[in-house]
Protein backbone atom coordinates (compact mmCIF):
# COMPACT_ATOMS: atom_id res chain seq x y z
CA UNK A 1 0.00 0.00 0.00
CA UNK A 2 1.26 3.33 -0.99
CA UNK A 3 0.47 6.63 1.01
CA UNK A 4 1.16 9.77 0.06
CA UNK A 5 3.58 12.21 1.90
CA UNK A 6 2.63 15.75 2.48
CA UNK A 7 5.88 17.94 4.30
CA UNK A 8 4.84 20.94 6.59
CA UNK A 9 6.38 23.18 9.45
CA UNK A 10 2.68 22.92 11.32
CA UNK A 11 -0.21 21.33 10.97
CA UNK A 12 -3.23 22.03 12.44
CA UNK A 13 -6.31 19.55 13.20
CA UNK A 14 -9.97 20.94 13.50
CA UNK A 15 -11.59 22.94 11.55
CA UNK A 16 -13.84 24.64 15.06
CA UNK A 17 -13.04 28.05 16.03
CA UNK A 18 -9.97 27.42 17.50
CA UNK A 19 -8.87 25.35 14.72
CA UNK A 20 -9.75 28.10 12.22
CA UNK A 21 -8.09 30.90 14.15
CA UNK A 22 -4.70 28.66 14.79
CA UNK A 23 -4.41 28.35 11.04
CA UNK A 24 -5.35 31.87 9.98
CA UNK A 25 -2.11 32.99 12.93
CA UNK A 26 0.09 30.66 11.37
CA UNK A 27 -1.00 31.84 7.86
CA UNK A 28 -0.84 35.33 8.32
CA UNK A 29 2.75 34.83 9.59
CA UNK A 30 4.15 33.40 6.67
CA UNK A 31 7.16 31.95 8.32
CA UNK A 32 6.08 28.90 8.39
CA UNK A 33 4.25 26.35 5.97
CA UNK A 34 1.22 25.07 7.68
CA UNK A 35 -2.19 23.62 6.71
CA UNK A 36 -5.23 22.41 8.14
CA UNK A 37 -6.75 18.77 8.45
CA UNK A 38 -10.17 18.43 9.26
CA UNK A 39 -12.42 15.20 9.18
CA UNK A 40 -14.85 17.81 7.95
CA UNK A 41 -15.16 21.51 7.26
CA UNK A 42 -18.88 21.48 8.05
CA UNK A 43 -18.53 19.20 11.16
CA UNK A 44 -17.48 20.12 14.73
CA UNK A 45 -19.41 21.35 17.96
CA UNK A 46 -18.47 25.41 17.20
CA UNK A 47 -20.51 25.40 14.16
CA UNK A 48 -23.09 22.39 14.86
CA UNK A 49 -24.35 23.67 18.79
CA UNK A 50 -25.13 26.33 21.08
CA UNK A 51 -27.96 27.43 23.63
CA UNK A 52 -30.26 29.67 24.62
CA UNK A 53 -27.16 32.60 24.83
CA UNK A 54 -24.14 31.26 23.96
CA UNK A 55 -21.91 33.02 25.93
CA UNK A 56 -18.26 34.80 25.20
CA UNK A 57 -16.60 35.25 28.56
CA UNK A 58 -13.77 37.96 28.24
CA UNK A 59 -12.69 40.91 30.53
CA UNK A 60 -15.09 43.45 31.47
CA UNK A 61 -14.99 46.48 28.06
CA UNK A 62 -18.02 49.06 29.45
CA UNK A 63 -19.29 50.92 32.26
CA UNK A 64 -17.90 52.16 35.75
CA UNK A 65 -17.35 48.76 36.93
CA UNK A 66 -13.63 48.04 37.75
CA UNK A 67 -12.10 45.05 36.02
CA UNK A 68 -8.74 43.78 35.98
CA UNK A 69 -6.77 41.08 34.00
CA UNK A 70 -6.08 39.61 37.79
CA UNK A 71 -9.07 39.87 39.03
CA UNK A 72 -10.59 37.82 35.59
CA UNK A 73 -7.38 35.76 36.31
CA UNK A 74 -8.53 34.80 39.97
CA UNK A 75 -12.03 34.23 38.95
CA UNK A 76 -11.10 31.58 36.78
CA UNK A 77 -8.37 30.13 39.26
CA UNK A 78 -11.03 30.42 41.93
CA UNK A 79 -13.00 26.81 41.32
CA UNK A 80 -10.57 24.71 41.94
CA UNK A 81 -7.40 22.02 39.80
CA UNK A 82 -6.90 25.45 37.82
CA UNK A 83 -3.55 26.07 36.58
CA UNK A 84 -2.60 30.28 37.15
CA UNK A 85 -0.73 30.34 34.36
CA UNK A 86 -3.45 29.31 31.86
CA UNK A 87 -5.97 31.48 33.96
CA UNK A 88 -3.47 34.64 33.95
CA UNK A 89 -3.41 34.23 29.89
CA UNK A 90 -6.76 33.42 29.19
CA UNK A 91 -7.66 36.52 31.09
CA UNK A 92 -5.05 38.63 29.48
CA UNK A 93 -5.43 37.42 26.06
CA UNK A 94 -9.03 37.72 26.08
CA UNK A 95 -9.62 41.39 24.70
CA UNK A 96 -6.98 41.13 21.93
CA UNK A 97 -8.76 37.79 20.91
CA UNK A 98 -12.67 39.13 21.60
CA UNK A 99 -11.83 42.08 19.46
CA UNK A 100 -10.37 40.00 16.78
CA UNK A 101 -13.50 38.23 16.49
CA UNK A 102 -15.10 41.86 16.37
CA UNK A 103 -12.83 42.75 13.55
CA UNK A 104 -13.71 39.68 11.47
CA UNK A 105 -17.53 40.30 11.92
CA UNK A 106 -19.29 38.58 14.44
CA UNK A 107 -21.98 40.74 15.56
CA UNK A 108 -21.54 40.94 19.23
CA UNK A 109 -23.23 43.97 20.78
CA UNK A 110 -22.51 47.28 22.12
CA UNK A 111 -23.63 50.18 22.58
CA UNK A 112 -23.77 53.98 20.82
CA UNK A 113 -20.69 55.01 22.39
CA UNK A 114 -18.56 51.49 21.22
CA UNK A 115 -18.44 50.25 24.43
CA UNK A 116 -19.28 46.60 24.50
CA UNK A 117 -21.31 45.61 27.51
CA UNK A 118 -22.27 42.78 28.81
CA UNK A 119 -23.90 40.68 31.79
CA UNK A 120 -23.49 38.34 34.67
CA UNK A 121 -23.28 34.69 33.83
CA UNK A 122 -22.65 31.69 36.16
CA UNK A 123 -19.93 31.53 38.17
CA UNK A 124 -18.96 35.10 37.22
CA UNK A 125 -19.19 38.02 40.22
CA UNK A 126 -18.64 40.69 36.98
CA UNK A 127 -20.75 41.34 34.18
CA UNK A 128 -18.11 40.02 31.60
CA UNK A 129 -20.14 37.87 29.61
CA UNK A 130 -21.72 38.73 26.02
CA UNK A 131 -23.27 37.23 23.19
CA UNK A 132 -23.95 37.14 19.44
CA UNK A 133 -26.86 35.10 20.26
CA UNK A 134 -27.58 31.45 20.50
CA UNK A 135 -25.55 30.36 17.43
CA UNK A 136 -22.22 32.38 19.08
CA UNK A 137 -19.56 29.56 18.15
CA UNK A 138 -21.34 29.08 14.47
CA UNK A 139 -20.89 32.99 13.59
CA UNK A 140 -17.08 32.68 15.09
CA UNK A 141 -16.36 29.40 13.19
CA UNK A 142 -17.85 31.59 9.93
CA UNK A 143 -16.05 34.58 9.93
CA UNK A 144 -12.84 33.03 10.84
CA UNK A 145 -13.25 30.63 7.87
CA UNK A 146 -14.03 33.65 5.68
CA UNK A 147 -10.97 34.70 6.72
CA UNK A 148 -9.13 31.48 5.81
CA UNK A 149 -10.40 31.53 2.64
CA UNK A 150 -9.06 35.34 1.73
CA UNK A 151 -6.09 33.86 3.21
CA UNK A 152 -5.65 31.00 0.66
CA UNK A 153 -5.15 28.67 4.11
CA UNK A 154 -4.16 24.67 2.84
CA UNK A 155 -7.33 22.66 4.05
CA UNK A 156 -7.25 18.56 3.74
CA UNK A 157 -11.04 17.74 3.84
CA UNK A 158 -11.95 14.50 4.98
CA UNK A 159 -8.93 13.47 6.82
CA UNK A 160 -9.25 11.30 9.93
CA UNK A 161 -6.45 11.64 12.24
CA UNK A 162 -5.24 8.32 13.57
CA UNK A 163 -2.13 8.68 14.91
CA UNK A 164 0.82 11.03 15.98
CA UNK A 165 4.45 9.98 14.89
CA UNK A 166 7.12 10.40 17.53
CA UNK A 167 10.95 10.67 17.57
CA UNK A 168 12.19 10.52 21.52
CA UNK A 169 8.95 12.04 22.30
CA UNK A 170 9.28 14.72 19.66
CA UNK A 171 6.46 14.60 17.20
CA UNK A 172 7.89 14.03 13.46
CA UNK A 173 4.72 13.69 11.81
CA UNK A 174 0.94 12.54 11.54
CA UNK A 175 -0.66 9.14 9.73
CA UNK A 176 -4.19 10.41 8.67
CA UNK A 177 -7.09 8.31 6.73
CA UNK A 178 -9.03 9.68 3.83
CA UNK A 179 -12.41 8.66 4.73
CA UNK A 180 -13.74 8.78 1.24
CA UNK A 181 -11.14 6.41 -0.12
CA UNK A 182 -10.17 4.35 2.92
CA UNK A 183 -5.94 4.73 2.01
CA UNK A 184 -3.69 6.31 4.60
CA UNK A 185 -2.13 10.14 4.08
CA UNK A 186 0.98 10.57 5.89
CA UNK A 187 2.59 14.15 7.17
CA UNK A 188 6.08 15.03 8.09
CA UNK A 189 6.05 17.87 10.21
CA UNK A 190 7.79 18.88 13.37
CA UNK A 191 4.64 20.45 15.20
CA UNK A 192 0.95 19.65 15.29
CA UNK A 193 -1.64 21.70 17.06
CA UNK A 194 -4.37 19.53 18.10
CA UNK A 195 -8.42 21.55 18.17
CA UNK A 196 -9.96 18.87 17.97
CA UNK A 197 -12.56 19.28 20.35
CA UNK A 198 -13.95 17.40 23.59
CA UNK A 199 -14.48 13.57 23.69
CA UNK A 200 -18.14 14.03 22.57
CA UNK A 201 -18.28 9.98 21.29
CA UNK A 202 -18.39 8.27 24.60
CA UNK A 203 -21.74 9.20 25.67
CA UNK A 204 -24.96 8.51 24.04
CA UNK A 205 -27.09 10.96 26.41
CA UNK A 206 -24.90 14.05 24.93
CA UNK A 207 -25.53 17.69 23.85
CA UNK A 208 -22.64 17.28 21.31
CA UNK A 209 -23.88 17.63 17.85
CA UNK A 210 -23.66 13.74 16.13
CA UNK A 211 -21.24 14.84 13.76
CA UNK A 212 -18.73 15.87 16.40
CA UNK A 213 -16.91 12.43 18.37
CA UNK A 214 -13.53 14.27 19.04
CA UNK A 215 -9.90 12.24 19.22
CA UNK A 216 -8.74 12.67 22.46
CA UNK A 217 -7.35 9.35 22.40
CA UNK A 218 -4.85 10.83 19.52
CA UNK A 219 -2.54 12.61 22.73
CA UNK A 220 -3.04 9.42 24.51
CA UNK A 221 -1.59 7.45 22.07
CA UNK A 222 1.04 9.75 21.81
CA UNK A 223 1.81 9.66 25.39
CA UNK A 224 0.53 12.99 26.50
CA UNK A 225 -0.84 13.39 29.78
CA UNK A 226 -4.27 14.47 30.30
CA UNK A 227 -5.41 16.37 33.25
CA UNK A 228 -9.12 16.70 35.53
CA UNK A 229 -11.05 14.41 33.31
CA UNK A 230 -13.21 13.79 35.75
CA UNK A 231 -14.53 17.03 35.52
CA UNK A 232 -17.38 17.13 33.07
CA UNK A 233 -20.66 19.89 32.63
CA UNK A 234 -23.50 17.84 32.08
CA UNK A 235 -27.06 19.46 32.00
CA UNK A 236 -30.94 18.79 30.56
CA UNK A 237 -30.78 18.97 26.91
CA UNK A 238 -32.98 17.56 24.34
CA UNK A 239 -31.94 14.57 22.74
CA UNK A 240 -33.55 15.07 19.20
CA UNK A 241 -32.46 17.75 18.16
CA UNK A 242 -29.67 17.77 20.71
CA UNK A 243 -29.59 21.69 22.29
CA UNK A 244 -29.36 22.76 25.52
CA UNK A 245 -32.57 23.61 27.75
CA UNK A 246 -31.28 26.80 29.20
CA UNK A 247 -31.96 30.42 29.50
CA UNK A 248 -35.84 31.30 28.67
CA UNK A 249 -36.26 27.30 27.93
CA UNK A 250 -36.94 26.96 31.44
CA UNK A 251 -37.74 30.47 32.59
CA UNK A 252 -40.96 30.80 30.91
CA UNK A 253 -41.94 27.40 33.38
CA UNK A 254 -42.63 24.42 31.05
CA UNK A 255 -44.42 21.67 32.29
CA UNK A 256 -42.00 17.85 32.76
CA UNK A 257 -43.79 14.96 31.32
CA UNK A 258 -42.21 10.83 31.93
CA UNK A 259 -44.16 8.86 29.65
CA UNK A 260 -43.96 4.81 29.89
CA UNK A 261 -44.01 2.45 27.76
CA UNK A 262 -47.33 2.00 27.90
CA UNK A 263 -47.73 5.92 27.15
CA UNK A 264 -49.02 6.91 30.17
CA UNK A 265 -48.13 10.67 31.26
CA UNK A 266 -46.99 11.14 34.51
CA UNK A 267 -46.10 14.62 35.67
CA UNK A 268 -43.34 13.52 38.13
CA UNK A 269 -42.25 16.92 39.30
CA UNK A 270 -45.53 16.84 41.76
CA UNK A 271 -44.82 13.68 43.26
CA UNK A 272 -41.64 15.28 44.93
CA UNK A 273 -42.38 18.98 45.59
CA UNK A 274 -45.29 19.08 47.72
CA UNK A 275 -45.52 22.97 46.96
CA UNK A 276 -46.12 23.28 43.27
CA UNK A 277 -44.84 27.19 43.30
CA UNK A 278 -41.86 25.85 44.92
CA UNK A 279 -41.07 23.09 41.81
CA UNK A 280 -41.95 26.48 39.55
CA UNK A 281 -39.33 28.08 41.14
CA UNK A 282 -36.49 25.15 40.89
CA UNK A 283 -37.68 25.14 37.10
CA UNK A 284 -37.24 28.63 36.50
CA UNK A 285 -33.56 28.75 38.37
CA UNK A 286 -32.76 25.52 35.93
CA UNK A 287 -32.77 28.63 33.38
CA UNK A 288 -29.33 30.68 34.50
CA UNK A 289 -28.13 27.33 37.03
CA UNK A 290 -28.48 25.36 33.85
CA UNK A 291 -25.26 22.82 34.34
CA UNK A 292 -25.88 20.31 37.15
CA UNK A 293 -24.39 21.17 40.13
CA UNK A 294 -23.20 19.09 43.43
CA UNK A 295 -23.87 22.25 45.20
CA UNK A 296 -27.46 22.48 44.18
CA UNK A 297 -28.24 19.44 45.27
CA UNK A 298 -29.05 18.90 48.55
CA UNK A 299 -31.07 23.00 48.74
CA UNK A 300 -31.75 24.14 45.00
CA UNK A 301 -32.31 23.55 41.27
CA UNK A 302 -30.36 20.70 40.62
CA UNK A 303 -32.73 18.37 42.22
CA UNK A 304 -34.46 18.86 39.01
CA UNK A 305 -31.66 16.68 36.95
CA UNK A 306 -31.90 14.65 39.73
CA UNK A 307 -35.55 13.93 39.26
CA UNK A 308 -35.42 14.12 35.59
CA UNK A 309 -32.55 10.99 35.68
CA UNK A 310 -34.49 8.96 38.34
CA UNK A 311 -37.37 9.14 35.36
CA UNK A 312 -35.14 7.81 32.54
CA UNK A 313 -32.16 5.55 34.50
CA UNK A 314 -34.49 4.09 37.34
CA UNK A 315 -38.35 3.90 36.23
CA UNK A 316 -37.21 3.31 32.43
CA UNK A 317 -39.79 6.67 31.20
CA UNK A 318 -39.03 8.94 28.38
CA UNK A 319 -39.16 12.06 29.58
CA UNK A 320 -40.59 15.64 27.77
CA UNK A 321 -41.07 19.38 27.83
CA UNK A 322 -44.17 20.32 27.57
CA UNK A 323 -44.89 24.00 26.11
CA UNK A 324 -48.34 23.87 25.71
CA UNK A 325 -49.90 23.97 29.31
CA UNK A 326 -48.87 25.31 32.27
CA UNK A 327 -47.24 22.32 35.30
CA UNK A 328 -49.53 20.99 37.48
CA UNK A 329 -52.57 21.91 35.43
CA UNK A 330 -52.72 25.35 36.63
CA UNK A 331 -55.01 27.53 34.09
CA UNK A 332 -52.97 30.40 35.43
CA UNK A 333 -49.62 31.38 37.07
CA UNK A 334 -50.03 33.50 40.16
CA UNK A 335 -46.87 35.97 40.04
CA UNK A 336 -47.43 36.78 43.54
CA UNK A 337 -46.57 33.36 44.65
CA UNK A 338 -43.27 32.94 43.52
CA UNK A 339 -40.33 34.40 45.08
CA UNK A 340 -39.03 37.30 44.35
CA UNK A 341 -36.49 36.77 42.20
CA UNK A 342 -38.41 34.22 39.87
CA UNK A 343 -41.19 37.23 40.03
CA UNK A 344 -38.85 40.38 39.15
CA UNK A 345 -37.79 38.72 36.08
CA UNK A 346 -40.84 37.77 34.72
CA UNK A 347 -42.50 41.14 35.41
CA UNK A 348 -39.95 43.04 34.45
CA UNK A 349 -39.69 40.62 30.73
CA UNK A 350 -43.47 41.50 30.47
CA UNK A 351 -44.28 38.03 30.70
CA UNK A 352 -47.50 37.19 32.07
CA UNK A 353 -48.90 35.21 29.44
CA UNK A 354 -51.40 32.13 29.88
CA UNK A 355 -48.84 29.24 28.80
CA UNK A 356 -45.35 28.72 28.55
CA UNK A 357 -45.56 28.48 24.40
CA UNK A 358 -46.98 32.48 25.19
CA UNK A 359 -44.48 33.72 27.52
CA UNK A 360 -41.50 32.38 24.89
CA UNK A 361 -43.08 33.65 21.93
CA UNK A 362 -43.03 36.96 24.27
CA UNK A 363 -39.38 36.71 25.73
CA UNK A 364 -37.26 34.73 23.10
CA UNK A 365 -39.16 33.88 19.68
CA UNK A 366 -35.99 32.58 18.10
CA UNK A 367 -35.93 29.98 20.60
CA UNK A 368 -38.61 28.61 18.77
CA UNK A 369 -37.51 29.31 15.34
CA UNK A 370 -34.48 27.45 16.25
CA UNK A 371 -36.60 23.99 16.73
CA UNK A 372 -38.46 24.41 14.03
CA UNK A 373 -35.57 24.88 11.63
CA UNK A 374 -34.74 21.30 12.97
CA UNK A 375 -37.65 19.98 12.03
CA UNK A 376 -39.83 20.42 15.91
CA UNK A 377 -42.28 22.54 16.62
CA UNK A 378 -42.48 23.24 20.13
CA UNK A 379 -46.10 25.06 19.57
CA UNK A 380 -47.54 22.03 19.54
CA UNK A 381 -45.11 18.50 20.11
CA UNK A 382 -43.82 17.53 23.51
CA UNK A 383 -39.75 18.05 23.62
CA UNK A 384 -37.96 14.91 24.48
CA UNK A 385 -35.21 15.71 26.93
CA UNK A 386 -32.31 13.96 29.09
CA UNK A 387 -29.72 14.72 31.65
CA UNK A 388 -26.64 14.97 28.91
CA UNK A 389 -23.03 15.28 28.86
CA UNK A 390 -22.45 18.74 27.66
CA UNK A 391 -18.49 20.01 27.54
CA UNK A 392 -15.23 18.55 28.87
CA UNK A 393 -13.79 21.06 31.35
CA UNK A 394 -10.96 18.20 31.26
CA UNK A 395 -8.77 17.36 29.21
CA UNK A 396 -4.78 17.08 27.56
CA UNK A 397 -2.66 18.97 30.01
CA UNK A 398 -0.80 21.67 28.49
CA UNK A 399 1.48 24.22 29.43
CA UNK A 400 1.60 28.00 29.89
CA UNK A 401 2.01 27.66 25.98
CA UNK A 402 -0.49 25.36 25.06
CA UNK A 403 2.00 22.71 24.34
CA UNK A 404 1.40 19.43 25.39
CA UNK A 405 3.73 17.14 27.56
CA UNK A 406 4.80 15.51 23.70
CA UNK A 407 7.41 18.15 22.68
CA UNK A 408 5.67 19.50 19.44
CA UNK A 409 2.08 18.54 20.03
CA UNK A 410 -0.06 21.20 21.13
CA UNK A 411 -3.71 21.15 22.74
CA UNK A 412 -6.07 24.08 22.30
CA UNK A 413 -10.28 24.71 22.55
CA UNK A 414 -11.74 21.73 24.46
CA UNK A 415 -9.60 19.25 23.63
CA UNK A 416 -6.72 21.17 26.30
CA UNK A 417 -7.83 20.07 30.10
CA UNK A 418 -7.12 24.22 31.27
CA UNK A 419 -10.74 24.59 32.98
CA UNK A 420 -10.88 22.85 36.43
CA UNK A 421 -14.08 21.99 38.53
CA UNK A 422 -16.22 24.58 37.08
CA UNK A 423 -15.71 27.74 34.88
CA UNK A 424 -17.76 31.04 34.18
CA UNK A 425 -19.79 30.19 31.12
CA UNK A 426 -18.56 31.41 27.79
CA UNK A 427 -15.08 31.14 28.86
CA UNK A 428 -14.83 28.11 27.02
CA UNK A 429 -15.37 29.91 23.56
CA UNK A 430 -12.35 32.56 24.80
CA UNK A 431 -9.92 29.83 26.22
CA UNK A 432 -10.28 28.29 22.69
CA UNK A 433 -9.00 31.53 21.10
CA UNK A 434 -6.28 32.35 23.88
CA UNK A 435 -4.98 28.45 23.69
CA UNK A 436 -4.81 28.86 19.35
CA UNK A 437 -3.06 32.27 19.81
CA UNK A 438 -0.61 31.13 22.78
CA UNK A 439 0.35 28.10 20.55
CA UNK A 440 0.50 29.51 16.70
CA UNK A 441 2.83 32.14 18.88
CA UNK A 442 5.13 29.62 20.27
CA UNK A 443 5.11 27.87 16.97
CA UNK A 444 6.32 30.74 14.89
CA UNK A 445 9.23 31.79 17.35
CA UNK A 446 10.20 27.98 17.60
CA UNK A 447 13.35 26.43 15.53
CA UNK A 448 12.62 23.10 15.56
CA UNK A 449 13.07 21.68 12.03
CA UNK A 450 11.28 18.25 10.53
CA UNK A 451 13.37 15.34 9.68
CA UNK A 452 14.54 14.31 6.24
CA UNK A 453 11.76 12.48 4.38
CA UNK A 454 13.87 8.93 4.23
CA UNK A 455 14.30 9.23 7.97
CA UNK A 456 10.80 10.06 8.06
CA UNK A 457 9.63 6.73 6.27
CA UNK A 458 12.10 4.07 8.42
CA UNK A 459 9.77 5.49 11.14
CA UNK A 460 6.33 5.75 9.83
CA UNK A 461 6.81 2.42 7.95
CA UNK A 462 6.02 0.16 10.83
CA UNK A 463 3.32 2.12 12.25
CA UNK A 464 1.49 2.66 9.09
CA UNK A 465 1.71 -1.30 8.24
CA UNK A 466 -0.03 -1.74 12.23
CA UNK A 467 -2.69 0.27 10.71
CA UNK A 468 -2.75 -1.41 7.34
CA UNK A 469 -3.02 -4.92 9.62
CA UNK A 470 -6.56 -3.55 12.02
CA UNK A 471 -7.79 -2.29 8.85
CA UNK A 472 -7.58 -5.34 6.85
CA UNK A 473 -9.06 -7.28 9.80
CA UNK A 474 -12.10 -4.95 10.38
CA UNK A 475 -12.59 -5.36 6.36
CA UNK A 476 -13.13 -9.06 6.73
CA UNK A 477 -15.55 -8.86 10.08
CA UNK A 478 -19.21 -8.59 9.92
CA UNK A 479 -20.45 -5.10 10.17
CA UNK A 480 -21.13 -4.64 13.50
CA UNK A 481 -19.08 -1.28 14.66
CA UNK A 482 -22.15 1.38 14.79
CA UNK A 483 -24.10 -1.27 16.92
CA UNK A 484 -20.70 -1.64 19.69
CA UNK A 485 -20.59 2.66 19.27
CA UNK A 486 -23.83 2.50 21.07
CA UNK A 487 -23.34 -0.08 23.54
CA UNK A 488 -19.88 1.15 24.66
CA UNK A 489 -22.14 4.85 25.08
CA UNK A 490 -25.03 3.51 26.56
CA UNK A 491 -22.43 1.95 29.44
CA UNK A 492 -20.44 5.37 29.39
CA UNK A 493 -23.96 7.38 30.56
CA UNK A 494 -25.06 5.10 33.19
CA UNK A 495 -22.12 4.41 34.81
CA UNK A 496 -19.73 7.16 34.14
CA UNK A 497 -21.80 10.21 33.44
CA UNK A 498 -23.40 12.82 36.44
CA UNK A 499 -23.77 9.72 38.82
CA UNK A 500 -20.91 7.83 39.47
CA UNK A 501 -20.88 4.88 41.88
CA UNK A 502 -18.11 3.25 42.43
CA UNK A 503 -19.03 -0.62 41.89
CA UNK A 504 -20.51 0.48 38.74
CA UNK A 505 -18.08 2.39 37.27
CA UNK A 506 -15.55 -0.54 38.23
CA UNK A 507 -17.85 -2.58 36.02
CA UNK A 508 -17.98 -0.49 33.21
CA UNK A 509 -14.24 -0.48 33.35
CA UNK A 510 -13.99 -4.02 33.09
CA UNK A 511 -16.34 -4.47 30.01
CA UNK A 512 -15.17 -1.25 28.01
CA UNK A 513 -11.54 -2.66 28.41
CA UNK A 514 -12.61 -6.20 27.21
CA UNK A 515 -14.04 -4.42 24.47
CA UNK A 516 -11.16 -2.71 23.43
CA UNK A 517 -8.62 -6.13 23.98
CA UNK A 518 -11.02 -7.68 21.08
CA UNK A 519 -10.95 -4.36 18.80
CA UNK A 520 -10.03 -6.81 15.75
CA UNK A 521 -13.60 -8.31 16.20
CA UNK A 522 -15.18 -5.11 15.08
CA UNK A 523 -16.37 -4.96 11.16
CA UNK A 524 -17.03 -2.56 8.75
CA UNK A 525 -19.15 -2.36 5.57
CA UNK A 526 -16.37 -1.02 3.34
CA UNK A 527 -13.60 1.12 3.58
CA UNK A 528 -15.59 4.14 3.40
CA UNK A 529 -16.86 3.25 7.11
CA UNK A 530 -13.47 2.45 8.10
CA UNK A 531 -12.94 5.66 9.92
CA UNK A 532 -16.00 4.34 12.45
CA UNK A 533 -13.57 1.86 13.51
CA UNK A 534 -11.33 4.22 14.48
CA UNK A 535 -13.69 6.10 16.01
CA UNK A 536 -14.80 3.22 17.85
CA UNK A 537 -11.03 2.63 19.29
CA UNK A 538 -11.36 6.35 20.30
CA UNK A 539 -13.99 5.89 22.00
CA UNK A 540 -12.95 2.77 24.14
CA UNK A 541 -8.88 4.54 24.75
CA UNK A 542 -10.66 8.04 26.34
CA UNK A 543 -13.79 5.59 28.08
CA UNK A 544 -10.65 3.75 30.10
CA UNK A 545 -8.88 6.85 30.68
CA UNK A 546 -12.16 8.75 31.61
CA UNK A 547 -13.11 6.28 33.83
CA UNK A 548 -9.44 5.65 35.43
CA UNK A 549 -10.10 9.15 36.65
CA UNK A 550 -13.39 8.51 37.93
CA UNK A 551 -12.01 5.56 40.03
CA UNK A 552 -9.05 6.94 41.32
CA UNK A 553 -11.53 10.28 42.35
CA UNK A 554 -13.99 7.98 44.30
CA UNK A 555 -11.14 6.14 46.02
CA UNK A 556 -8.70 8.91 46.75
CA UNK A 557 -11.21 12.35 47.03
CA UNK A 558 -14.28 10.15 47.98
CA UNK A 559 -16.26 13.75 48.13
CA UNK A 560 -18.40 15.15 45.65
CA UNK A 561 -17.62 18.29 43.59
CA UNK A 562 -18.53 19.89 40.31
CA UNK A 563 -21.05 18.61 38.24
CA UNK A 564 -21.18 14.98 39.05
CA UNK A 565 -22.60 13.31 41.92
CA UNK A 566 -20.36 10.12 44.08
CA UNK A 567 -22.17 7.96 46.20
CA UNK A 568 -21.64 7.61 49.19
CA UNK A 569 -22.90 5.29 51.84
CA UNK A 570 -21.84 7.64 55.02
CA UNK A 571 -22.97 10.79 53.02
CA UNK A 572 -26.10 13.02 52.87
CA UNK A 573 -29.24 12.58 51.11
CA UNK A 574 -31.72 15.25 50.21
CA UNK A 575 -35.70 14.28 51.15
CA UNK A 576 -37.53 12.25 48.70
CA UNK A 577 -34.25 11.07 46.88
CA UNK A 578 -33.30 7.78 46.13
CA UNK A 579 -29.96 6.07 47.67
CA UNK A 580 -27.82 5.95 45.41
CA UNK A 581 -27.88 10.29 44.75
CA UNK A 582 -26.73 9.92 48.77
CA UNK A 583 -22.93 11.93 49.01
CA UNK A 584 -20.60 13.47 51.07
CA UNK A 585 -20.23 17.52 49.84
CA UNK A 586 -16.78 18.66 48.78
CA UNK A 587 -14.64 20.64 51.51
CA UNK A 588 -12.77 22.35 48.72
CA UNK A 589 -9.33 20.56 50.09
CA UNK A 590 -9.06 19.08 46.59
CA UNK A 591 -9.18 22.27 44.47
CA UNK A 592 -5.46 23.10 44.89
CA UNK A 593 -4.40 20.04 43.11
CA UNK A 594 -4.53 18.55 39.74
CA UNK A 595 -5.20 14.72 38.72
CA UNK A 596 -3.00 13.99 35.75
CA UNK A 597 -3.72 10.61 34.15
CA UNK A 598 -1.02 8.87 31.19
CA UNK A 599 -0.69 5.71 29.29
CA UNK A 600 2.23 4.01 30.53
CA UNK A 601 3.12 0.41 28.95
CA UNK A 602 -0.84 -0.21 27.75
CA UNK A 603 -1.63 1.19 31.66
CA UNK A 604 -2.88 3.75 32.82
CA UNK A 605 -1.39 5.72 35.54
CA UNK A 606 -2.36 8.77 37.80
CA UNK A 607 -0.61 10.88 39.77
CA UNK A 608 -1.66 14.10 41.55
CA UNK A 609 0.53 17.49 41.33
CA UNK A 610 0.13 20.75 43.15
CA UNK A 611 -1.79 23.63 40.58
CA UNK A 612 0.88 25.89 39.12
CA UNK A 613 -0.01 29.25 40.82
CA UNK A 614 -0.96 32.59 38.93
CA UNK A 615 2.27 34.16 38.67
CA UNK A 616 3.54 37.26 39.60
CA UNK A 617 5.45 39.06 36.93
CA UNK A 618 7.80 41.70 37.24
CA UNK A 619 5.79 44.34 35.33
CA UNK A 620 8.25 47.21 35.06
CA UNK A 621 7.60 48.80 31.73
CA UNK A 622 11.45 49.22 30.77
CA UNK A 623 12.27 45.50 32.06
CA UNK A 624 9.28 43.86 29.62
CA UNK A 625 10.55 46.00 26.77
CA UNK A 626 13.66 45.08 27.01
CA UNK A 627 13.60 41.49 27.01
CA UNK A 628 10.29 41.66 24.46
CA UNK A 629 12.88 43.48 21.96
CA UNK A 630 15.23 40.53 22.62
CA UNK A 631 12.97 37.28 21.81
CA UNK A 632 9.19 38.97 22.24
CA UNK A 633 8.65 37.11 25.93
CA UNK A 634 8.24 33.95 24.00
CA UNK A 635 9.80 30.58 25.83
Not at 3 to 19: E, Q, R
Not at 407 to 430: D, I, Q, Y
Not at 562 to 573: C, D, E, T, V
Not at 589 to 613: C, H
Request: charged share 25%; with cysteine.
Amino acid sequence: MKSKIYNFDCLVIGSGAAGYNAINRLTEDKSKKSALITEGVMMGTSRNTGSDKQTYYKLGLSGDSPDSVIAMAKNLFAPGSVDGDNALVEAALSPRCFLNLCELGVAFPHNRYGEYIGYKTDHDPFERATSAGPLTSKFMTEALEKKAKKLGVKIFDNLYAVKVLKQNNEVIGLITLDKKTGEFVLFNSPNIIMATGGPAGIYQNSVYPTCHTGSTSLAVQAGAKLQNVSEWQYGLASIAPRWNVSGTYMQVLPRFVSIDNKGKEYEFLADYFSDKYDALNNIFLKGYQWPFDSNKVLKGSSVIDLLVYREITFKHRRVYLDYTKNPFNLKTIDLNKLNDEVKTYLVKAGAKQKTPIERLKHMNQPAIDLYKSKGLDITKKYLEIALCAQHHNGGVAVNKWWETSVTGLFACGECAGTHGVSRPGGSALNAGQVGSLRATQFVINSKRQGISNSAFIKIANKELNNEIKFVSKVLKNKDNVHALIDEAGKRMSDYGAAIRELANMNKAFTLTKKDYEHLNQVGVKNKTDLVSAYKYKDILITQMAVLTSLLDFAKTIKKTRGSALYYQKNGKLREGLDEIFRFIPDDGKSKGKVQEVSLVKNNFKVIWRDVRPIPQEDNFFENVWRRYREDKNIF
